[in-house]
T-cell receptor, first 117, second 112 residues
Framework: DAGVIQSPRHEVTEMGQEVTLRCKPISGHDYLFWYRQTMMRGLELLIYFNNNVPIDDSGMPEDRFSAKMPNASFSTLKIQPSEPRDSAVYFC???????????????FGEGSRLTVL | QKEVEQNSGPLSVPEGAIASLNCTYSDRGSQSFFWYRQYSGKSPELIMSIYSNGDKEDGRFTAQLNKASQYVSLLIRDSQPSDSATYLCAGGPGQAGTALIFGKGTTLSVSS
């Protein structure tokens, strides 16, 4: 299996521009997670989906952030308009929810490093 | 607010020594715990999971869980320079259908 695939790997943009990050989860996984990682705040959960349905978006910092999962093999995280404080590494992860508590082992993509100037 | 706390380090140990990494969590309902390793510039990868009180061993790694004290630890025996990385502790959900909460990680440096 190819693993979780994210694109782009690096994105440099100017403040105010729209940014779209993409993720293809591992085939057969029914959970998809978007995390953001910074030195100051560590790895923060933004939103997660189960069977393409958003379950918890309480970690989405502002209305400027939105996420969609139109089908089982694709998800997007959009930031519009972007700001310098959005600079971070954004990770997508998927899991099969196989543990007794549903989250299971997370398989992470390689991340998208976003720099907003 | 559910939190997972770790000392940020860095934790420095000589090659061959035992490295001890610790983690506490606030959610008493958490049932599953994970240790992820993250090399610089890479994504986190799972190295250990533990669900029951006590010890779980896998090669040079031992995870320990004490639910009464809300404490999780990871021991790395015979530490190698290749173990140098950031170790993230994650607390599992207290109910099905919720996500992992990660600590900020402890940076381990193993010197040869």
């Amino acid at each position: 299996d190819a693993g979780v695939i994210q694109s782009p790997r690096h994105e440099v943009t100017e403040m105010g521009q729209e940014v779209t990050l993409r993720c293809k989860p591992i085939s057969g996984h029914d959970y998809l997670f978007w995390y953001r990682q910074t030195m100051m705040r560590g790895l923060e959960l933004l939103i997660y989906f189960n069977n393409n349905v958003p379950i918890d978006d309480s970690g989405m910092p502002e209305d400027r952030f939105s996420a969609k999962m139109p089908n089982a093999s694709f998800s997007t995280l959009k930031i519009q308009p972007s700001e310098p404080r959005d600079s971070a590494v954004y990770f997508c992860a998927s899991s099969s929810g196989g543990t007794i508590n549903g989250a299971g082992e997370l398989f992470f993509g390689e991340g998208s490093r976003l720099t907003v100037l | 607010q559910k939190e997972v706390e770790q000392n940020s380090g860095p934790l420095s140990v000589p090659e061959g020594a035992i490295a001890s990494l610790n983690c506490t969590y606030s959610d008493r309902g958490s049932q599953s715990f994970f240790w992820y390793r993250q090399y610089s510039g890479k994504s986190p990868e799972l190295i250990m999971s533990i669900y029951s009180n006590g010890d779980k061993e896998d090669g040079r790694f031992t995870a320990q869980l004490n639910k009464a004290s809300q404490y999780v630890s990871l021991l790395i025996r015979d530490s190698q320079p290749s173990d140098s990385a950031t170790y993230l502790c994650a607390g599992g959900p207290g109910q099905a259908g919720t996500a992992l909460i990660f600590g900020k990680g402890t940076t381990l440096s193993v010197s040869s």
